[in-house]
């Protein structure tokens, strides 16, 4: 793998622990697609840094549980804007 993917890959994982960025978040945050963010954290990340991946794995099944909820809220302040 090429270095600057695994840099990539490391960056990533960082900003995700530490704000617990969803993976739309983080490929705004860093310019890349949202394809290439969960690639990188879910199968690039496994076999760089296992314990990071484990905490990453962890973020975001807990995003994916709570997506519902931030989908209502965004719609509500949608509909509450147009009016």
Do not use: P, Q, W
Request: a positive charge; proline letters at 0%; one cysteine or more.
């Amino acid at each position: 793998m090429k270095e600057y993917i695994e840099i990539r890959c490391r960056m990533l994982a960082d900003y995700i622990c530490t704000t617990g960025a969803t993976v739309r978040d983080a490929s705004r945050k860093f310019g890349v697609s949202k394809s290439t963010v969960h690639k990188d954290v879910t199968a690039r990340l496994e076999g760089i840094d296992y314990a990071k991946f484990l905490d990453v794995k962890e973020i975001l099944e807990k995003n994916l549980k709570e997506r519902h909820i931030r989908g209502g809220d965004a719609t509500r302040e949608k509909y509450k804007r147009d009016r």
